[in-house]
């Protein structure tokens, strides 16, 4: 026997159709971001590097206990930490140009993105761990020659050298300034990282 019930129409409907799933959360890669940074650093680290690297002056100076004068010469090679001030920012510097090819090839084919972030973030912490003693190498010898220290001996050299001076003077708060850069493409990397980890 044929069931009298008619179905009901709005029932059928909300059966048949299912809900979608909500669409995924567009990625936001930062990779535009991240080149932009690295130019920069690699900027940073060429103006220091050439700006230490032509850092030399030569002056009269009277040798003791003669009235002779004779030529001094002031350069960045005659002191071992400005030395690993210039090959650090010649890492640091070469590092940016092939870091910033790796990101514009990301950006071109963002298949192995997630990992090439993994590796910026390894050596992002090295190079800022080089370039920042390095600085703070240059950095403490700049200051022993603009101030001397009494207590050693050491007298200031940069009343005499002021152009030899000038140029250290510009160099390291520069390449401070690609340390500062370095933490920001550090803590991109890592936010990068953690964004794809989350989805």
Known sequence: MA???KPDPEAATKSE???????PP??????AID?????????????ALVVMSTAKQTELASVPGSPVRVPVKAKFNHSPAFIYFVAALSVACLYSIITTLASLGVIAKPTYAT??????????VLM???????TGAA???????L???KHTGWVKVCPVYDKFCRHLGSSIPIALFASVLLVLLIMLSVFSLHSRIRE
């Open 115 to 124: 990992t090439f972030l993994l590796y910026y973030v390894f050596w992002d």
């Open 26 to 31: 567009k990625r936001v890669d930062y990779f």
């Open 17 to 23: 159709v299912s809900p979608l799933p909500p669409p």
């Open 139 to 145: 950095g403490g010898v700049a200051y022993i020659g």
């Open 3 to 5: 069931s009298t019930d």
């Open 35 to 47: 080149v932009g940074l690295r130019v920069l650093l690699f900027a940073a680290t060429l103006t």
């Open 128 to 134: 800022l761990g080089i370039v920042a003693a390095a």
């Open 147 to 149: 101030r001397g220290n």
